[in-house]
């Protein structure tokens, strides 16, 4: 079955802190990553994305992620957390089906930032 | 860019009482829409998409419904509401030729309580 993973319900880290969020999938395609962010009471925005190409992907706010085939994974990286950082980050996985519908969502990983 | 606006922010309302959630789309033609419903610690669920004025395909079975009345307006409602109704509601929309992309653009959400 298809499956999107965040392992991480909560992570704590101190500001300044490098940030790594794992998500694993279960696709039986060649899967469409992303990753989204939601500020507490707001809408989603998306961070990245990766279709095909360099595994190495960057994206807003200083965001990277690394689509690595071989472990089902798209993990997201961030050198150094700001306290602004602070938010719910969501791994979603799909394909181009026409539309979005067939999305797969994470339930999300809770980050919160030390000062 | 799109801009896409939901209302009302916040409601509670009494089990049985009617419902309607609003969401308009600034900033694009003809988009698909979607609307998702996120409970706490159970991700997004996606509800109705529509990818046209009147097309509406409902994802779940459930006490809601969806209307398109217009090309960039999206509504959600019920004519009786359960408890189990309560949630963070969200309106997305992808602009067309990037429907496949899994790139959705969200609105701010809103929250309803059912008592």
């Known amino acids: 079955a298809q499956s999107v993973t965040q392992p991480d319900i909560h992570i704590t880290v101190s500001e300044g802190a490098s940030l790594e969020l794992r998500c694993n999938y279960s696709?039986?395609?060649?899967?469409?990553l992303f990753w989204y962010v939601q500020s507490p009471g707001q809408g989603l925005q998306l961070l990245l994305k990766?279709?095909?190409?360099d595994t190495l992907v960057q994206g807003i706010k200083g965001f990277e992620a690394e689509f690595k085939r071989s472990q089902s994974s798209f993990n997201l990286r961030k050198p150094s957390v700001h306290w602004s950082d602070a938010a719910e980050y969501f791994c979603?996985?799909?394909?181009?089906?026409?539309?979005?519908?067939?999305?797969?969502w994470g339930l999300g990983t809770s980050l919160a930032v030390n000062p | 860019s799109q801009t896409i606006h939901q209302w009302p922010a916040t409601l509670v309302q009494p089990v049985g009482s009617p419902l309607s959630l609003e969401c308009t789309v600034e900033?694009?033609?003809?988009?698909?829409l979607y609307w998702y419903r996120q409970a706490a610690g159970r991700g997004l669920q996606l509800l109705f998409y529509?990818?046209?004025?009147?097309?509406i395909s409902s994802e779940v079975p459930q006490n809601l419904s969806a209307s398109r009345p217009q090309d960039r307006q999206f509504i959600l409602s019920s004519k009786k509401l359960l408890l189990s109704d309560s949630g963070f509601y969200l309106c997305?929309?992808?602009?067309?030729?990037?429907?496949?992309?899994?790139?959705?653009?969200f609105g701010e959400g809103s929250r309803l309580t059912v008592l």
């Open positions: 997305a929309c992808t602009p067309k030729g990037r429907g496949g992309t899994g790139e959705l653009f």
């Open positions: 990766y279709f095909s190409g």
């Open positions: 900033g694009t033609s003809n988009p698909n």
């Open positions: 979603a996985v799909g394909r181009n089906a026409g539309n979005n519908r067939k999305l797969i």
């Open positions: 529509s990818v046209g004025i009147g097309q």
């Open positions: 696709y039986g395609a060649t899967p469409y």
